[in-house]
């Protein structure tokens, strides 16, 4: 809850302000702000193409199996694709009820203060049973919903008696002495059934659906809060007692768009998860123990019929034990026959001729056992992420399993996803994700030549949930993947939220162009003998409504992992041009810096389309600045210096952006066709033992080859003062002006008689 919210709740309990209204305001927000996020939900998704015209964002990849036709691979891949929209349309229509149940209960309090006493209750009533009803809609409807399987369904069915009644017991020790208002009676009695059933399911839907696991928990709290709306009216309590229902109605509303968001990716059950522990004992029990010596505290005696309810608790949690005790002893019988049939089918080598005797639900159960050590996740990929051949990959099993220390285990998560279970310390089983590396590493003979593969570790100390475990190691080998490969990455919780950044980033960036999300900010460059504007840089932002402004730090990686690259390329330089020809208009004959990666660069119709743009917004080219980094050019120099020529042949000038001023960048200098060398601040400053400061070298090689200098990133008088002692023409930096929107810098530019340069 808010902050504004919490201070209408103590406003509303102290009596400050009236009951109704406190909790109607207090529960404002939050709704709102759920509803909004539920209703983006519910939106249409952008517009897919054909199967047969696949858009510049849709990558179709179809993998045909042996044996396998191209048409049966196509034909796979339509259905796939016709699978994932038939999920994203269901998705939408459960976010579309969630938002209608969501709506229901905030209105159901928002009209509180709008009702006479009287009408209260009915209204209260009619809110709860109609947001019950959307909620179980909605969540029957969540994808991925698996059907249970019969002891399954006998041991949810005990779990939400056992649960169920415990809450019934609390309930009827809670409730005021005297007689207790029929409708407060059932309502309280049926919300505990309810609760119990959306707990259990919560609970044990949160390792295969987190999503659905939280639309669960939220559900249960928006019941659970208007249900004791519905009580405290019954009994006619204070108004200052109505804002406590805000605390959980507002948690249920978050809650259940925060789980409707991540079950919009489409989340299906995995394979081989074992169901989360449910403290079988421990809830009930304690839940009713704790109403109970309440109850004590307060009334000081039980009645007959509240102790036959207590009592009625110890069968179903009894049942439940021994339920969970059966399932432990059944497990434990098919490992040791699956142990057993192993060893008579391979004898005494039996360790190096099946690498693997363990799967994922198998490694989790022998996770749960052990205290301590390590979990190494291992993925194999073959060149250019190529699936690896059998052969291949059976000798990588083998090299694997001889790899690992004689109580290690190893386990197979995927077609090419190992796990090492090890007791060893953080320190060697480092070392042991580095001779695993090594190991597997090692080219692969094969037929004609050899093979080689490369390989992602991760690794993550056991001694939690061993879900978590799992998740925490497949994290870290994700983040080695994204460092490259043949790596090896520990978790920690750093990494945990970069990866989850990185998701996000992934998930939402795709379609950003065409929701219109892009924005251009503009950096003024001035001149630094009179500080007059000559130029502006063009600096893309990312304005999502879910992940908040995103600067090209961290969008631009994502893009060029996705292959949005060019798209948003020509988003920016359309933009920019445009901009320009506006400004251009009021006779302000400035220069407009645009950012390009070589990778943009390299493509063919590159300079084709900066003509093009030029020449849609009739802008003469020479107003027009092509920025490249220097430190990325040099893998990349002769295409580079190619299509620079090229644009430097229709009339549009290069800037080199982050030059380091170090032996191989001055060398390199000569060979780029530049008209603009960007430097940072740090060459400004006097040298080392007495020598000239840097800057007056690069200032005297750039006075050669006819390029003028800007200094950037100038944030103090001092810096500004420096590069202009310097002879540097230009500057750009927080100390002359900041980043902002066209119509501030336009602004800010109305404050100079005159911008021609």
């Known amino acids: 809850m808010s902050l504004t919210g919490a201070a209408f709740l103590l406003a509303g309990v102290a009596g400050v302000l009236p009951g109704p209204a ?44 042996a044996g396998e036709t191209t048409d049966t691979a196509l034909a796979h891949g339509a259905t796939t694709t016709g699978r994932r929209a038939r999920r994203a349309a269901l998705s939408r229509r459960v976010a579309a009820i969630l938002d209608s149940a969501v709506l229901v209960a905030g209105l159901t309090v928002a009209v509180l203060p709008l009702s006479d006493a009287a009408h209260r209750l009915p209204v209260a009533l009619a809110g709860l049973c109609l947001t019950g009803a959307l909620h179980v809609t909605a969540l029957l409807r969540l994808p991925g919903r698996s059907r249970l399987s019969g002891p399954e369904l006998v041991r949810r069915t005990v779990d939400v008696l056992a649960l169920g009644v415990s809450l019934v017991f609390a309930g009827w020790m809670l409730l005021p002495g005297g007689p207790v208002p029929a409708v407060a009676g059932v309502v309280a009695a049926g919300g505990a059934v309810v609760l119990a059933v959306l707990a259990v399911a919560a609970v044990a839907e949160r390792r295969r659906r987190p999503g659905a696991a939280r639309c669960h928990a939220g559900a249960a709290l928006t019941l659970g809060g208007l249900t004791l ?43 081989d998860v074992a169901p989360a522990a449910w403290p079988r004992l421990t809830a009930p029990a304690g839940i009713a123990a704790l109403a109970a010596g309440i109850h004590l505290g307060t009334a000081g005696e039980f ?79 073959g060149v250019g992420g ?39 310390g953080p320190v060697l089983a480092y070392a042991l994700g580095l001779r695993l590396l090594a190991a597997l590493a090692e080219p692969y003979p094969r037929p004609g030549g050899v093979a080689r593969l490369g390989v992602s570790v991760g690794l993550a100390e056991t001694g939690g949930d061993p879900e978590d475990v799992l998740r925490q190691a497949d994290l870290a080998r994700r983040r080695a993947v994204q460092l490259g490969r043949d790596r090896v990455e520990w978790y920690d919780a750093y990494l945990e939220e970069q990866l989850v950044r990185r998701l996000d980033l992934e998930r939402e960036l795709p379609g950003a162009v065409a929701r219109g999300e892009l924005d251009l900010v503009y950096q003024p460059v001035v001149a630094l003998a ?46 920019a041009c445009r901009q320009l020809a506006a400004w251009s208009e009021g006779g302000r004959e400035l220069w407009m810096a645009v950012n390009v990666t070589p990778r943009e660069l390299a493509a063919p119709d590159f300079v084709a389309r900066a003509a093009t743009a030029l020449a849609a917004y009739d802008v003469v080219p020479e107003r027009l600045v092509v920025e490249v980094a220097e430190p990325v050019v040099g893998g990349e120099l002769s295409t580079v210096v190619a299509r620079l020529a090229g644009l430097r042949s229709i009339g549009v000038r290069i800037a ?12 390199q200098l000569r060979r780029l066709p530049i008209d603009l060398l960007k430097v940072g601040p740090h060459l400004v400053g006097p040298g080392g033992d007495g020598q000239r400061p840097l800057i007056d070298v690069v200032a005297n090689l750039a006075d050669r080859l006819g390029v003028e200098l800007v200094v950037e990133e100038l944030e103090s008088e001092g810096q500004v003062a420096g590069a202009r002692r310097a002879g540097c023409r230009y500057g750009q930096g927080f100390a002359l002006a900041r980043p902002a929107t066209a119509e501030r810098v336009e602004a800010w530019f109305e404050e100079y008689p005159s911008t021609a340069r």
């Not at 404002?28 to 983006?40: I, P, T």
């Not at 229902?245 to 925060?258: E, K, N, Q, R, S």
């Not at 080199?656 to 060398?667: I, Q, V, Y």
Request: glycine share 10%.
């Open 530 to 575: 009179d500080r007059m504007p000559v130029g502006t840089e063009a600096l893309l932002r990312w304005r999502s409504p879910a992940l908040g402004t995103v600067l090209p730090a961290e969008l631009l990686p994502v893009a060029a992992d996705l292959d949005l690259t060019g798209e948003i390329g020509r988003w920016v330089l359309d933009r």
């Open 22 to 65: 406190a909790a109607a305001l207090a529960v404002a927000g939050g709704f709102a702000l759920a509803c909004v996020r539920l209703a983006w939900l519910a939106g249409p998704g952008p517009q897919q193409p054909g199967p047969q015209q696949p858009g510049p964002q849709q990558v179709v990849t179809f993998r045909c199996h």
């Open 303 to 381: 009645s007959t019929a509240a102790m036959a309810l207590g009592l009625a608790v110890i069968p179903p949690i009894m049942a439940g034990e021994l339920l969970a005790a059966a399932d432990q002893r059944r497990r434990v019988q098919r490992l040791a026959a699956r142990e057993a049939w192993l060893r008579r089918r391979l004898g005494p080598d039996a360790r190096a001729a099946e690498p693997v005797p363990l799967t994922r639900a198998e490694l989790v159960r022998a996770m749960a056992e052990r205290s301590g050590g390590a979990l190494l996740v291992v993925d194999l990929h």
């Open 386 to 424: 190529a699936v690896p051949e059998g052969p291949v990959l059976t000798e990588a099993v083998r090299r694997l399993r001889a790899g690992s220390g004689t109580h290690d285990l190893v386990a197979r998560l995927g077609d090419t996803e190992y796990a090492v279970l090890t007791d060893a």
């Open 229 to 271: 709306l519905v009580v405290l009216l019954a009994y006619g309590a204070p108004d200052r007692a109505l804002p406590l229902v805000a605390a959980p109605l507002v948690a249920g509303a978050l809650l259940t768009a925060a789980g409707a968001r991540r079950t919009s990716g489409g989340e299906r059950p995995g394979r």
């Open 656 to 667: 080199l952006d982050d030059f380091r001023a170090e032996h191989a960048s001055l060398a």
